[in-house]
T-cell receptor, first 111, second 114 residues
Framework: TQLLEQSPQFLSIQEGENLTVYCNSS?????LQWYRQEPGEGPVLLVT?????EVKKLKRLTFQFGDARKDSSLHITAAQPGDTGLYLC???????????FGGGTRLMVKP | DTEVTQTPKHLVMGMTNKKSLKCEQH?????MYWYKQKAKKPPELMFV???????INESVPSRFSPECPNSSLLNLHLHALQPEDSALYLC?????????????FGSGTRLTVV
């Protein structure tokens, strides 16, 4: 069974602060995805990383895939209240397994 | 069209009712999924359809019955549910079964069983 562990589970910060969310596994993944989910809505795909060591930037969000393709991080610079939500990482492999979701990080950014 | 559309948005049903959740996508995705999500938890996989055929049933109770009438539609028929089945039900689709490049999720149906 593949597992993805996310940390922290919950994060409450002030507007303007920086933060990093981690997603770790002992399994190798073909790709790692990050989703953001707002209350009462479905998860929205933010980014997919597929190459070990890959770094992608999406405005104030920076995503990194570990060299060994077992872990990933999401860094948010100068967080804003609009960043509030549940952040989910998910891993895909080529072994016929369905997408594996991490436990989620609940982020609250206070004005 | 890059969306997955789910209806209804909210549903309240009694334990003896029969209702259906609907999901539609027109992106040409050949894999479609039903997930159940409880508050503050990640989504839990229920069913997977690949090329309109049921590929995976994650030991879901028979009071949940999926149906894929065609490549664009996915239904979830509900009968004799329990209050603990109250949750957000999410439909998703992807180009291929592995989800290598991600899933597109619908906005979900908030189900309350009374």
């Amino acid at each position: 069974t593949q597992l993805l562990e996310q940390s922290p589970q919950f994060l409450s910060i002030q507007e303007g602060e920086n933060l990093t969310v981690y997603c770790n596994s002992s399994s190798v993944f073909s790709s790692l995805q990050w989703y953001r989910q707002e209350p009462g809505e479905g998860p929205v795909l933010l980014v997919t990383v597929v190459t070990g060591g890959e770094v992608k930037k999406l405005k104030r969000l920076t995503f990194q895939f570990g060299d060994a393709r077992k872990d990933s991080s999401l860094h948010i610079t100068a967080a804003q209240p609009g960043d509030t939500g549940l952040y989910l990482c998910a891993g895909a492999d080529n072994a016929g397994n369905m997408l594996t979701f991490g436990g989620g990080t609940r982020l609250m950014v206070k004005p | 069209d890059t969306e997955v559309t789910q209806t209804p948005k909210h549903l309240v049903m009694g334990m003896t009712n029969k209702k259906s959740l609907k999901c539609e996508q027109h992106m040409g995705h050949r894999a479609m999924y039903w997930y159940k999500q409880k508050a503050k938890k990640p989504p839990e996989l229920m069913f997977v359809y690949s090329y309109e055929k049921l590929s995976i049933n994650e030991s879901v109770p028979s009071r949940f019955s999926p149906e894929c009438p065609n490549s664009s539609l996915l239904n979830l028929h509900l009968h004799a549910l329990q209050p603990e089945d109250s949750a957000l039900y999410l439909c998703a689709s992807s180009h291929e079964l592995t989800g290598l490049y991600g899933y597109t999720f619908g906005s979900g149906t908030r189900l309350t069983v009374v």
